[in-house]
């Protein structure tokens, strides 16, 4: 009997078709994949788990919104590591239903993140902003139950998706806007040319315990990108420290430092050593001449 086709990898995202995390799926994998709408990020993290999905993709931080809520609490409540890192654009539209002027726009509905990176835009343009579950899901929401004096930010693919009028585009507040992403799935990914790590871990409740953990990777000549805080669950007060640094855990340096750290640390975990993300070439581009 011949072979069946392999069946295509499944790769699911918050929110619904037409999401910028559906977007920085395709820019990642190409026509590839199918894609799988959660509602959650929870819900991502199951259907990986369950075989629903070979792999999710999670928005983690926005260069101009900061990170994204809760994002590293669900990397932190599941095994899924990180297989790769994803860099892209964010561009917004201002969408209507048909028939709707500029003037007309008195409120604007979105995700929160998306209302913070288009604040100025809002402003000037005396419109109110309402927060909504997500960006896509606005377009969509809006063009099912057009209201009046409403519109909606989100990319200018939703508009095409769920046939909405696009009233201004490119109303970011920032050319340089972009989410960081990170895929998940089992296992670890290859090492590529360059590696990035990303962990969390704790520390005890006393003086010079963080200073003493982030000194092992400052004497062993480890790079950190970024470091952040949040707060622990169980223990009011006390925090989670997730940290990204260049290099590959199993190279002999990084090893060293994680295990001096977990020497004086009271827990850590490894969320994934991954190759290190950069934006489209022609992103690269634009940016270049700003």
Not at 81 to 109: C, H, N, W
Not at 174 to 180: A, K, L, P, V
Not at 183 to 199: A, M
Not at 262 to 273: N, P, V
Request: glycine residues 6%.
């Amino acid at each position: 009997m011949p072979d069946k086709p392999a069946r295509k990898p499944v790769v699911a995202f918050q929110g619904v078709h037409g999401a910028n995390s559906e977007q920085a799926i395709r820019q990642h994998y190409g026509n590839s994949v199918d894609t799988l709408p959660c509602d959650t990020f929870t819900d991502i993290f199951k259907a990986v788990e369950s075989g629903s999905a070979t792999y999710g993709m999670l928005p983690v931080e926005n260069s101009l919104a900061g990170a994204v809520a809760n994002s590293y609490e669900v990397l932190m409540d599941y095994d899924l590591r990180i297989q790769a890192e994803v860099v892209f654009r964010v561009r917004y539209s201002l969408l209507a239903a048909p028939g709707t002027a500029l003037t007309d726009v008195k409120r604007a509905m979105s995700h929160p993140q998306a209302l913070a990176q288009c604040a100025r835009y809002l402003t000037r343009r005396n419109i109110e902003p309402v927060a909504w579950f997500d960006t896509a899901g606005s377009a969509r929401d809006l063009a099912a139950h057009p209201e009046a004096n409403t519109a909606a930010i989100a990319p200018p693919l939703a508009g095409k998706l769920y046939h909405l009028e696009t009233l201004e585009q490119g109303i970011e507040d920032e050319s340089f806007n972009y989410t960081r992403f990170f895929v998940v799935g089992h296992g670890d990914p290859q090492p590529g040319e360059r590696n990035k790590t990303s962990i969390v871990f704790a520390v005890y409740d006393r003086a010079g315990a963080l200073y003493n953990c982030l000194g092992e990777f400052a004497t062993r000549n480890i790079n950190m990108n970024k470091i952040e805080s949040r707060p622990r669950r169980n223990k009011p007060w006390q925090y989670h420290f997730y940290v990204d640094f260049d290099g590959h855990f199993t190279e002999p340096h990084c090893e060293a430092a994680l295990m001096a750290v977990l020497r004086q640390a009271s827990m850590l975990k490894i969320l994934g050593s991954y190759p290190v993300g950069s934006p489209p070439e022609e992103e690269n581009g634009d940016r270049s001449k700003s």
